[in-house]
């Protein structure tokens, strides 16, 4: 079953806007991470918050992840149209000694399209 | 760095047919996963190998789909018979071994995908 939903399903924009994915989820985690998958092509592993992080950057990506609310939001500044893409957030499970599982539950995704 | 190789990309079969997909993971990965992504849909993670064991393969379909790591190395992924529901892209990840800390254990690496297509 699928624990993660994006809003939206999908975002149509133009190149230079900011670009903005959420996700909720239901279970408790370890960490929460994001993926990128263009057409036809397999994922790529983009950022990963811990379930003691609020926020994260990296480059043009930043993360925000609320546990109370268990949600978390993909924000990309200034996209560009090599962003068009399906973006998933996956949330990976606390084992018994609260590490990661490495058991990924993947949501539908969001896809962007980022028009020049 | 060489990244997760998969073969065959592409792969039509018609039900009832059986069908084999290989997976080489990442040198020195000793956690490699089997998802399976229908269109339209997120990966669902078939099975978790680290090493030569399973970790978790509660999602998969044991009356048809079989899946092995021998030598803890490269796996293969088997359906057999295939259904028509059984179309969708298979994808093979590998990362460092799961449970333990340290920067970038967490992270999946994942190859191009197997697309089958049963008519």
């Known amino acids: 079953s699928q624990q993660g939903e994006e809003d939206p399903q999908a975002l149509s924009i133009q190149e230079g806007e900011n670009a903005t994915m959420n996700c909720s989820y239901k279970?408790?985690?370890?960490?929460l991470q994001w993926y990128r998958q263009n057409s036809g092509r397999g994922l790529v592993h983009l950022i990963l918050i811990r379930s003691n992080e609020r926020e994260k950057h990296s480059g043009r990506l930043r993360v925000t992840l609320d546990t109370s609310k268990k949600s978390s939001s993909l924000l990309i500044t200034a996209s560009r149209a090599a962003d068009t893409a399906s973006y998933f957030c996956a949330t990976d499970p606390p084992n018994a000694g609260g590490t990661s599982y490495g058991k990924l539950t993947f949501g539908q995704g969001t896809i962007l399209t980022v028009h020049p | 760095e060489a990244g997760v190789a998969q073969s065959p990309r592409y792969k039509i079969i018609e039900k009832r047919q059986s069908v084999a997909f290989w997976c080489n993971p990442i040198s020195g990965h000793a956690t490699l996963y089997w998802y399976q992504q229908i269109l339209g849909q997120g990966p669902k993670l078939l099975i978790q190998?680290?090493?030569?064991?399973?970790?978790?393969d509660s999602q998969l379909p044991k009356d048809r789909f079989s899946a092995e790591r021998l030598k803890g190395v490269d796996s293969t992924l088997k359906i057999q018979p295939a259904k028509l529901e059984d179309s969708a892209v298979y994808l093979c990840?590998?990362?460092?071994?799961?449970?333990?800390?340290?920067?970038?254990?967490?992270?999946?690496?994942f190859g191009p995908g197997t697309r089958l297509l049963v008519l």
């Open positions: 990840a590998s990362s460092l071994p799961s449970g333990g800390v340290g920067a970038g254990r967490e992270t999946q690496y």
């Open positions: 190998f680290q090493n030569n064991g399973v970790v978790d």
């Open positions: 279970t408790s985690i370890n960490n």
